[in-house]
């Protein structure tokens, strides 16, 4: 959100609603009048209209006792019509052809009756429908205008002052970005123009507001329309597209902010409310890629979720999107007791209606998660919670030990006792031919997902994925603290490249996956290009509004020893599988480790680890793990997070 606009959206001097029961008068006289303009209008001002006048008020009564009833039946003295829109004007032909019906129905039933004299004219009550149609939607349309003409002071308010915006991108997330800022004179911010590479939009007028140019002409148009700032409004805008805008913006020193990426905005709005700063996420967005939504639907919606690690950024994210697919229940597993809070209120917030169910528990405690199971008995359970931090599991060899393998070892039993018919196990690139403890305790988690899949036949899978932007401990938080602190920003090596994905991106393609394993699989994301860590680093720079080199020293300390410069996603010689999706791969690979093997190599390593024998642990790993340099690990840098 840009800084300083929440308060303005919520002190918004709306004009007064005018009260519904005023509309349900002026109702009821336009009924009265509906009905005799239809008989005067059918029979002219004459001796056969004052003949059948009798028949008029008859129907004049029988339309007073149905339409407003008809017409509250369909929400028409429910709503707020200062913001009529055409969902609005469809609800109006609606109720006024219901109520038309209803009536006439009504007058055939008392002809028959002989309620009415000889000759009723049957065409009064198509005329009567059209004059309920254009003065039951004019009444409302007028308080529309009206709500309209009383901003007009208002509007001439917030525009003293106000900034100039131009709006990059004309579909329906720019128009109803441009429709806030008219109707919201307290943001200060007045629409000038739409940019757009849109050929058949350029030219063309949304919302008052002209489509002047494509992206290439974004200079002259800031020139013409005299910019002050421009808003990026194209939620699904690739990383490259957006990087152009900024680049031309900092040029000419026009400010810039933008809507977040379309995975961010999954089960949420498009407003001005979701504007904020462009972040280096933002700048490594990929084209959105669609998603199967029958097979997902089939996987979550309706279920029992459940998602361990819901505290941490990528559980939350994971319960922000299976909530989007309205499970029966999900439960929000974590150890610590804020995070899960923090959770829940996020998630309640944006999901009033979803039952919640926070669960306190150690992933380690065989029994509470034996009994969490049989208490909550998930359909489909999405396992993230793990120690990631690579340098600092290196000191804490015996708490990566536990938590990423016991703990997974814990979850995939209970969910094998008590019934789960999916699970999914988050995993890292850091798993393959590992380097470190971290991504070796990762390995050993995938085997054992994959062991219980095979002995069970249940779809039990892996996810694998590269580095994470906005994660927790990740590369960018780091960056950001050098350059507050004026720098230097540290890197390793100037070739030093990796994968990255944003936090929303990866859950998505994440939740795909779950609905496509047949068990024992292992996904890979389609990560992208690797990005170099130079590169990124620099661009961090230029989003704080200084220069690389210049304002903020960028130093290389030196690849250290068993570091990769470039990781894989999956191991050498193993052959990938295309899916379903674009963006997920599988992995075609043997475990070495299974079954009693599997089990006997566990329970010795928990024993290493409880009585803290760490160097005996990496032994045994660099024993069982494929591919492994661990013997080569370099003293642990704790401010590495690569």
């Known amino acids: 959100m840009v800084p300083g606009r929440e308060a303005h959206c919520c002190r918004v001097n709306a004009p007064v609603q005018i009260r519904n029961r005023f509309l349900l008068l002026a109702d009821l006289v336009l009924v009265v009048t509906a009905v005799l303009a239809s008989f005067a209008l059918r029979l002219d001002i004459g001796p056969a209209f004052t003949a059948l006048l009798p028949s008029a008020w008859v129907m004049v009564l029988l339309a007073l006792a149905i339409k407003p009833v008809v017409y509250y039946a369909f929400g028409l003295y429910r709503r707020y019509w200062l913001y009529a829109s055409i969902r609005e004007l469809r609800l109006i032909v609606a109720a006024t052809i219901t109520a038309s019906v209803a009536v006439a129905l009504a007058v055939l039933i008392a002809r028959a009756l002989g309620g009415f004299q000889p000759g009723f ?27 309209e003409s009383g901003q007009i002071s208002q509007k001439a308010d917030g525009l003293v002052g106000a900034k100039r915006v131009v709006v990059v991108g004309a579909g329906s997330a720019g128009a109803l970005v441009v429709r806030e800022m008219q109707h919201n004179p307290q943001l200060h911010m007045t629409p000038v123009a739409f940019v757009d590479d849109d050929r058949d939009k350029k030219g063309m007028v949304i919302h008052g507001i002209p489509v002047a140019a494509g992206l290439r002409e974004l200079p002259n148009v800031f020139s013409r329309y005299r910019a002050h700032e421009v808003v990026i409004a194209i939620p699904t805008a690739p990383g490259p597209t957006v990087r152009r805008v900024i680049e031309i913006c900092r040029q000419y020193r026009i400010t810039f902010s933008t809507m977040p990426g379309i995975y961010e905005l999954i089960g949420g709005k498009v407003s001005v409310n979701r504007l904020r700063e462009v972040e280096i996420s933002d700048l490594l967005r ?15 919606t309706g279920k029992r979720v459940l998602v361990t690690g ?23 597993l974590g150890h610590g007791e804020n995070s899960v809070f923090e959770a829940m209120l996020d998630l309640t917030d944006d999901n009033p209606g979803l039952p919640l169910v926070p669960i306190i528990a150690d992933v380690r405690d065989v029994d509470r998660i034996g009994n969490v199971f049989d208490d909550f008995r998930p359909h489909v359970v ?56 971290m991504g070796a305790t990762k390995r050993l988690a995938e085997m054992i997902v994959n062991d219980a899949a095979v002995r069970s036949g249940r779809q039990f899978v892996t996810v694998r994925f590269g580095n994470v932007l906005g994660s927790r401990g990740s590369i960018v938080p780091l960056f950001k603290r050098q350059i507050a602190r004026g720098g230097p920003v540290t890197i390793t090596h100037p070739e030093m490249e990796r994968f990255f994905m944003t936090i929303p991106e990866a859950v998505h393609l994440v939740v795909q996956a779950a609905s496509m394993g047949e068990g024992g699989d292992v996904f890979v994301l389609r990560m992208g290009e690797p990005v170099r860590i130079l590169d990124l680093a620099e661009d961090i720079i230029r989003l704080s509004g200084l220069e690389p080199h210049k304002d903020i020293e960028i130093a290389f300390t030196g690849i250290r020893q068993g570091e990769k410069l470039s990781e894989t996603l999956w ?19 043997d475990e070495p480790l299974s079954g009693e093997a599997l089990e006997a190599t566990i329970e010795e390593l928990v024993r ?27 003293p642990p840098d704790m401010t590495a997070v690569l």
């Open 121 to 147: 004219p049957r065409l009064v009550l198509g005329i009567d429908w059209l004059l309920s149609l254009f003065s039951v939607g004019g009444l409302r349309m007028a308080v529309r205008m009206l709500a």
């Open 286 to 300: 990929r084209e959105p890629a669609d998603i199967d939504d029958e097979g997902v639907g089939r996987t979550l």
């Open 310 to 332: 819901a505290g941490g950024s990528i559980g939350l994210e994971l319960c922000r999107q299976i909530a989007h697919w309205r499970p029966v229940q999900l439960g929000l």
């Open 382 to 437: 999405f396992h993230a919670a793990a120690h990631k931090h690579v340098p600092m599991m290196e000191i804490n060899v015996e708490e990566a030990l536990t938590n990423n393998v016991l703990g997974t070892q814990s979850v995939v039993k209970a969910a094998l006792s008590y019934g789960t018919e999916r699970l999914v196990l988050i995993s890292t690139d850091k798993a393959v031919e590992p380097t470190s403890v």
């Open 571 to 589: 191991d050498e010689g193993l052959t990938l599988s295309p899916t379903d999706h674009p963006d997920v791969l599988r992995v075609e690979q």
């Open 608 to 634: 290493l680890a409880r009585e803290g024998d760490a160097e005996a642990i990496v032994g045994l790993l660099s024993e069982r793990i494929p591919g492994n340099m661990l013997s080569q690990l370099p």
